[in-house]
Structure formats: structure tokens, C-alpha cells
């Protein structure tokens, strides 16, 4: 087998083991097990992107999305007592019927798209090759996907940092400011003494 | 807290060379994968490992949430400062060329190396800050939980999950 096999059979297995997991996401009431198989799915995209060799997203997603979001979701899950709530498990007409329309439609029109990598595709014969060019006359670093994020695309970086900043700041005045509620009915007539703990 | 022998030497362990190569992942950024976005948030899960693993009290003597939040501010002032620099030195908002008189290619590496900077001071701040808050968040839950634990009854807390 060539490389080239290599890498189509390890593309199938990484989409058919993500494909298990998005039904197993969906299909699981327990939500640990959701935020473990969301991690799961992390890696498994990482795994993907690296195989796209994109590796700065792989790295990406692998940080942020298996490790700091798992976290952040389990922090959640001790938050709001998961255990009590109980969904029933419903077949829903409409919404199965928008899903698979969409997935068609999506399908349908991947039809025209250039297939992955193409030397001739439109989004690789628009700023990239002036990228690839310029690179290393104008900046010189190695890391091309570095360079245009941090220099050609400076300003899109600082507007992502701003968002990144805003989220914390957003964070922060929501989760100081709100007094606990929720959880447990009977604390409430506790609440204005411990409050100020905060 | 976790008390078990295991997760703490590892953690004890481990966390150094997290940061460490946090700090490989922000400065190796022009060279290798990485960047400060990646740098910022790997960094962040070395301090929320020793949170997690010593209790949230002590990560908080040691990373104090008054300089998490000053961090957060400090980053995005860093990157927005690079660009007020270059207006300043007569040339674009962000166009690294006129940070070195001299040689417009290493006034991009200064640049570069200045603004991912600024970039993993705020990923790594915001990580904290929320794992701080949710993490705080549950501290005062638990207290309320086991000051109630007198008149508490189990059978609402067992409902098992379907």
C-alpha cells in the first residue's frame, strides 16, 4: 500500500470513529459521558486536521477543545447538579425532517466545490500565493501560517483577542455579580449571609 | 484538594514542564506550530491543574485573581500598543515594518514576537479567570451544601440519570 492508501484508510477510520461518537453524544442522557465523548471528539478532530497538515488548528483544537473546554464544561456540570435532570427521549418529526433536508442541500452542493487540496482551487489562487512569495522577503519567519496571522492579518488577530477579552470580562461580571440560586431550594434563607464570602 | 498520593506528585511533577512548554510553544511560535493563542491556553491548564489538584485557595495565593484580571487587560493593551507604536513611528495601524529603522524584515520579527506575546498574557488570563469564577462558583455551592447537611434529605440527590 502506498502512502497515499495509508492516509485514506486512516481518514476513514478517524471519521468513522467521529461519526460513533456524534451518536453517542446524542444518544446519551448521562451528560459526564457527554463531556467525555466531546473531548473525545476533540482529539479526534485534532488527529483530522493534522492529517490536513494543519497543524497550528490541530494544536488549537487539541488545547482548547479536549483540555480547557472539557474542564470548563465539567466546573459546569458540578455547577447546576445534573443529576436531577431527566430528559425523555422523544422521536421529533420536524426537526429529524430540517436536519436531513439541510445535510442534503449541503451534500448537494459539495458537488461543485474543488476537491481538498486542489492546486486550482479559488481560495488557493486568491492571497495565498502572494503569501507563499512574499513570505520570506518580507517577514522571514518559517511558520507561514504565523506570519499571516500575526502580521498580514494583524488586525483580525487583535479583533480575536478583543472577543477572547471580552469573554472573560463578560465572564467575570456575570458569575461575581449573580447570587447562587438554583441548586438547592432550602439554602436560599442562607444566601444573604454568604453571599459576601465573594 | 485532592488528598491521594498519586495526583499530587504527579501534578507536582508534570506542571513545571506544562508551563515550560507553554513558554516553548509562545516563543517558538514564528518557527514551529504554535503561537500565543495555543501558548496562552496551555499555560492556563498547568495553573488550573494545580488548582485542581491543591484546592483553589492556594492557586489563588499563588496567581492572586487581582493580577489574572490585570493580565487580561494587559495582553490586549500590548497588542493594541504595537500598532499605536508603529502610528506613532509615521507608518499603518499594525504595520510591524517601522518598529526597527533600519531593517523593515526584523521590525516584523519585533512585531510578531511583541503582539503573539500579548496574545497568550490574555488567552492565559481569560483561561484562568473563568476557571476561577466556575471554580468559585462551586466552592460557595459546596460551604451552603455542608452547612445544610444537618437537615439535608438524600433522596434528592439521588435520583440516578437515565
Known amino acids: 500500500m502506498s502512502v497515499g492508501d495509508w492516509e485514506a484508510l486512516i481518514n476513514v477510520v478517524l471519521l468513522g470513529l467521529l461519526l460513533v461518537v456524534t451518536f453517542g453524544i446524542i444518544r ?6 457527554v463531556v467525555m465523548l466531546a473531548g473525545i471528539y476533540s482529539l479526534l478532530m485534532a488527529m ?18 479536549a483540555g480547557v473546554s472539557t474542564i470548563l464544561s465539567l466546573g459546569t456540570l458540578a455547577l447546576i447538579d445534573s443529576r436531577r435532570e431527566k430528559i425523555p427521549f422523544r422521536f421529533q418529526f420536524t426537526p429529524m425532517l430540517v436536519a436531513l433536508v439541510t445535510g442534503a442541500v449541503l451534500l448537494w452542493g459539495m458537488q461543485d466545490m474543488p476537491a481538498v487540496g486542489a492546486a486550482d482551487a479559488p481560495n488557493q489562487i486568491h492571497v495565498a500565493p502572494y503569501y507563499i512569495e512574499q513570505t520570506p522577503v518580507e517577514i522571514d519567519v518559517p511558520n507561514l501560517v504565523t506570519a499571516v496571522l500575526a502580521s498580514y492579518r494583524g488586525f483580525d488577530t487583535l479583533g480575536e483577542v478583543t472577543v477572547i477579552f471580552t469573554a472573560g470580562i463578560g465572564v467575570m461580571l456575570l458569575l461575581s455579580s449573580m447570587p447562587v440560586v438554583g441548586a438547592h431550594r432550602r439554602r436560599r434563607r442562607d444566601d444573604d449571609g454568604q453571599e459576601n464570602d465573594t | 484538594m485532592i488528598e491521594h498520593l498519586v495526583p499530587r506528585i504527579l501534578a507536582k511533577l508534570l506542571i513545571p514542564f506544562i508551563l515550560l512548554f507553554g513558554l516553548y510553544v509562545q516563543f517558538h511560535g514564528d518557527f514551529g506550530p504554535g503561537g500565543g493563542f495555543q501558548a496562552g491556553v496551555i499555560f492556563a491548564a498547568g495553573i488550573i491543574l494545580y488548582a485542581l489538584i491543591y484546592g483553589l485557595d492556594r492557586a489563588r495565593s499563588v496567581v492572586t485573581p487581582g493580577l489574572v484580571s490585570f493580565l487580561v487587560a494587559l495582553g490586549l493593551l500590548i497588542y493594541a500598543g504595537v500598532g499605536v507604536a508603529t502610528l506613532l513611528l509615521g507608518a499603518e495601524f499594525l504595520n510591524y515594518n517601522a518598529l526597527d529603522s533600519h ?6 520579527h519585533l512585531g510578531i514576537l511583541i503582539i503573539e506575546f500579548g496574545v497568550g498574557v490574555t488567552v492565559a488570563a481569560v483561561m484562568i479567570t473563568i476557571f476561577y469564577q466556575f471554580a468559585g462558583r462551586l466552592k460557595i455551592t459546596r460551604e451552603l451544601e455542608c452547612d445544610e447537611t444537618d437537615d439535608a434529605d438524600e433522596e434528592e440527590m439521588t ?3 437515565r
Open chain 1, 28 to 33: 446519551l442522557r448521562n451528560l459526564f459521558g
Open chain 1, 48 to 65: 483530522v486536521f493534522t492529517l490536513l497538515d494543519a497543524v497550528d488548528v490541530a494544536f488549537t483544537e487539541a488545547a482548547v477543545g
Open chain 2, 103 to 108: 531593517d523593515p524584515v526584523h521590525g516584523q
Open chain 2, 159 to 161: 435520583g440516578s440519570p
